[in-house]
């Protein structure tokens, strides 16, 4: 008989494969409910919270590197379906934009030669959004 070795080990505990290793960290089983995948993954990374700053779900960086939040914490399944959910609801988002009919106003050149961008949509709602990030002159 040919002993297996283990995957890596939890607390002295070993354990032989990746999921049985995300159940042992997290002190649970497998996650069935969408909603529970969204509520869980949001708890592990603060709020969609990277390097300090909250974003939507939308706009949150789903990375697969084995330490990055919620990559660490889920198995390669569950990982797959909020990639999966994450393209729904940015379809979804990007409906709604579309829908709100936004409209460029006005360009303004910045003295630090940042460029911004107004739009306004069908209500009279307005954003601003920065084209050009502030940066110095060309010196020769």
């Known amino acids: 008989m040919e002993e297996r070795m283990p ?12 999921d049985e290793g995300v ?6 089983g497998a996650i069935e409910s969408d909603e529970e995948l969204l509520a ?7 709020g969609w919270s990277d390097s300090g700053w909250k974003q939507p779900f939308t706009h949150f960086y789903l990375s697969d590197y084995c330490y ?3 990559y660490e914490y889920l198995t390669r399944k569950e990982f797959e379906r909020l990639k999966e959910l994450q393209k729904i609801a ?3 988002y990007k409906a709604a934009e579309k829908a709100r009919e936004w409209k460029l106003v ?14 306004e949509d069908k209500d009279g709602n307005r ?14």
């Open 127 to 140: 954003k601003t959004v920065m084209t050009v990030a502030p940066h110095g002159d060309a010196c020769y």
């Open 90 to 92: 940015i379809e979804e």
């Open 40 to 46: 869980y993954a949001e708890k592990v990374t603060y």
């Open 23 to 28: 159940y042992m960290r997290r002190h649970f």
């Open 106 to 119: 006005e360009t303004v050149f910045w003295a630090d030669n940042s460029e911004e961008e107004i739009w």
């Open 7 to 18: 995957a890596g080990y939890y607390n002295g505990t070993p354990y032989y494969s990746r």
């Open 68 to 70: 990055a939040r919620p």
